[in-house]
Nanobody
Framework: QVQLVESGGGLVQAGGSLRLSCAASGRTFSSYSVGWLRQAPGKEREFVAS????????SYADSVKGRFTISRDNSKNTVYLQMHSLKPEDTAVYYCNLGQVWGQGTQVNVSS
């Protein structure tokens, strides 16, 4: 069973940057696409970005295109979400997802 652990969240001012990490256990990590989703208070969980197992194809929500970059290092069993030009509306708990497996989430707060 794969387990996912997110880290890297925190408080940042609008316009700032953060890099989130999702560390996975399990030897088959590189075979699977991994996604980042987020949930703001009072809102439904929404898709942010995803990346294929090889890292060759990535997808983004329109709201983060050009500001966020998803990447992975399969030698470290880790997926990253580099976030630039952060906005207050990016404030949410960010979750890493692989199939039916979810991490515990990491809080991102962007102050105006």
């Amino acid at each position: 069973q794969v387990q996912l652990v997110e880290s890297g969240g925190g408080l940042v001012q609008a316009g700032g940057s953060l890099r989130l990490s999702c560390a996975a256990s399990g030897r088959t990590f590189s075979s699977y696409s991994v996604g980042w989703l987020r949930q703001a208070p009072g809102k439904e969980r929404e898709f942010v970005a995803s990346i294929t197992g090889s890292g060759g194809i990535s997808s983004y929500a329109d709201s983060v295109k050009g500001r966020f970059t998803i990447s992975r290092d399969n030698s470290k069993n880790t997926v990253y979400l580099q976030m630039h030009s952060l906005k207050p509306e990016d404030t949410a708990v960010y979750y890493c997802n692989l199939g039916q497996v979810w991490g515990q989430g990491t809080q991102v707060n962007v102050s105006s």
